[in-house]
């Protein structure tokens, strides 16, 4: 039987989880490719950590070189993660006609289309299924499952961290602090949690699925960014009861002037189907016209579900080698990768949550109301609860859509009045419907 | 450009939306493809009745063979329905040497052993991603994005008809005819609505993703099937009193005993995220040794969708042809498809719901659970209500797990029983946890 070799450099967390499909269901991928995955070489600068998987001492390496000239190899897998070397050891893999796998979004979201370019040169694949929403197999559905189709709309749950710590909060009212905590007590979060909780890592998988979605570059700088480190649990609350959950939201939409990409902490209705993804999940929500609303469903990260991602890649790398079929599919998805407009945040229209902390005296509603009214924001629903807050009370409103900028001004001009406590805390609400009724 | 030539057979609702894809999105699918895709023929019996989407006179014929004789086409789109002569229409295309799409899934859950093997000896490709989940790329996922797994569950609601009407059920107590009712007042159950709601397509669907999943033939005849023409409101309203959500699962579970195949109503858990899959839509849940648990969920008919799932069909052969790569992936994703021990419905371990109608008076719970210990069946939960149904009061029991053979015989014991007024209601229960946190 003809065999495909494969180089993994980087033996990781995810590098384990890739070395585990191959070994346990070899004979499940034997039959399902008529070839067999041959593992011939792992590389890492440790080698002498403890790890969940063994590799026989014979194919280990502390020098990527090795898999990198090696003229066998023709697959080689990238798990390093980071700008550097990742992104020298891919350059010198496609040059030397050799097929890419990488789970690394950083890196591809900031020098994918250089990436992309460079791959198309050498007609070689980078294959990157597992550097968006993990184990789901996303980036297939979006480049072929839904290919029909001109997508429109993007809503992502992408990081399983942040997930984790606003169910949490949401489901026991803990502070964004101890949330935190436990997520890194569990291993959700790592000892640095910064790409996680201020949306940095959302924004790179955004930045690659929005790419694809609409035939763009991959834009990350364009991506608004917010984390959830602000985060009330007093904001949860008072959302739910106006009908909605928090999630930290990728969204990618294409309108009429131009196409949104922002994250940030996001109202949905509670009866969404997107509300009900839980704890370290993930999960992504597309419009496109033929199809209407679609969700695919996972585990966006860990050692198991992204070696699932990776290994489908080399899955599709050995049907393509073994069927001559070069160059099935454009990075991207489309032979022309288009410059788009862009529609910054100050013009996003949309309904805002606000929770004013204000003084409780009489006058109060009315002055506020009446710069939100000067700004062209009209309110649909206010809540005033007698609890005091720091010598405050909270009055929250939901408006309806208004323009972010002129959001900005209002707020910026009530957070200076003198019956106004702290700044006002805004949280943009996608008011999803569609859900099967 | 170079360009495809397709024929599509059956001008009905999925053909028209088919045409309207390739008609309002030829722009960018040219951009993906490389290729034009030209509609170079369409064949119905019937060219006169009013239709959504017109298609201009010169390329309409009443005969299929005009299509199936015709060198130039390269993809044939099957899209009639039926076991004939849709059959012998993909045999002859395939004969001739084109690839085939079709969405009829009635036809590949009984012939699709025979049709996929016809494909494989003329070396052309079936594609079905349109037979099952409708828009929902749900077979890719399955063959390819999923293919590093041992998978060993698959959970689907399927049928969007049958999960209309239980969300009707369930959301406003109507009976099972007025939703019904109302489900074909809306257009989304047909005159005769045998095939939704006797689970008989819902088992289609099964017992292909099942072939693909297990390596096994596609085994229609082998799959339970149960409908939801006997359910009850009062089991929905019980279930709920339980944390239960009723569904018409579809279940395909590989077990130590063999293979499961069956279609059913079944209580899911409140807060799992099948429970929240509403209306129309449909959703598949999958477990795989490596991904854990995904979902993919979105709309399982209709026009539009299901155009989606065909088209992107179309995109894939089209990409496949371009590029030279023949047969890429085999039509159930392995090279060896083996038979597959399967397990009978009577061999189930699960645990049920029971709804027994009873006289209301002493001694009677004693009795009923005197015969269910005496099968070995164990109860968990039991609630009485002084609510009178038909001069019986209903006693809601819900067990641990219990073999099906028992607990047959325990109910054909329980119903003959004096004080037992009614043939006892029996749900099944899928204790799914492994929602997130």
Not at 13 to 25: F, R
Not at 36 to 53: F, G, H, N, Q, S
């Amino acid at each position: 039987m003809e065999r495909l070799n494969i180089g993994l450099i980087g033996w990781g967390t995810v590098g384990c989880g890739v070395i585990e499909i191959l070994n346990s269901n070899s004979e499940i991928l034997r039959k399902r490719l008529g070839v067999e995955l041959y593992l011939k070489r792992v590389a890492d600068i440790d080698l002498e950590k403890p790890r969940p998987v063994d590799v026989p001492m014979d194919i280990l390496t502390v020098d990527a070189n090795q898999i990198l000239e090696d003229p066998d190899i023709d697959i080689v897998v990238e798990l390093i993660g980071g700008t550097e070397p990742a992104k020298t050891f891919i350059r010198k893999a496609l040059e030397r006609g050799k097929h890419v796998v990488t789970a690394n979004k950083a890196l591809l979201a900031v020098h994918g289309n250089e990436l992309f370019d460079f791959a198309r040169k050498n007609q070689r694949i980078i294959a990157y299924e597992a550097s968006v929403a993990g184990g789901i197999p996303f980036i297939k559905a979006l480049r072929e499952g839904l290919a029909a189709n001109n997508i429109d709309t993007i809503l992502g749950i992408l990081n399983g961290t942040a997930n984790f710590i606003l169910t949490r909060m949401t489901e026991t009212g803990v502070s964004f602090k101890d949330a935190l905590k436990e997520a890194q007590e569990r291993g959700y979060a790592e000892a640095d949690p910064t790409l996680d909780i201020e949306g940095i890592d959302t924004a790179h998988k955004l930045a690659i699925a929005a790419a694809i979605a609409f035939n763009m570059p991959v834009s990350f700088d364009a991506v608004y960014k917010e984390g959830i480190t602000n985060i009330d649990p007093l904001d949860i609350e008072f959302g739910r009861e106006f009908g909605f959950q928090l999630k930290l939201l990728a969204i990618a939409r294409k309108t009429s002037k131009g196409i949104e990409l922002r994250v940030h902490p996001t109202f949905v209705p509670c009866d969404h189907v997107l509300a009900g993804v839980r704890g370290a999940y993930n999960a992504v929500y597309v419009h496109g016209d033929a199809v209407g609303n679609v969700m695919f469903y996972g585990l966006g990260a860990g050692m198991m579900p992204t070696g699932s991602a990776v290994v489908s890649d080399i899955i599709d790398l050995a049907r393509d080698i073994t069927h001559g079929a070069s160059v099935r599919i454009p990075p991207l998805g489309s032979y022309e990768v288009e410059e788009a407009e862009l529609k910054p945040i100050d013009e996003l229209e949309t309904s805002y949550y606000f929770r004013f902390s204000a003084v409780d005296q009489p006058g109060v509603l009315s002055k506020i109301s009446g710069i939100l009214g000067k700004y062209n924001i009209s309110i649909s629903a206010v809540i005033q609860k007698g609890r005091h807050v720091g010598g405050a009370v909270p009055i929250v409103m939901i408006t309806h859509e208004a323009v972010e900028k002129a959001v900005r001004k209002a707020l910026d001009e009530i957070d200076r009045l003198d019956v106004v406590r702290a700044k006002t805390q805004l949280v943009r609400i996608e008011n999803l419907s569609g859900n099967g009724i």
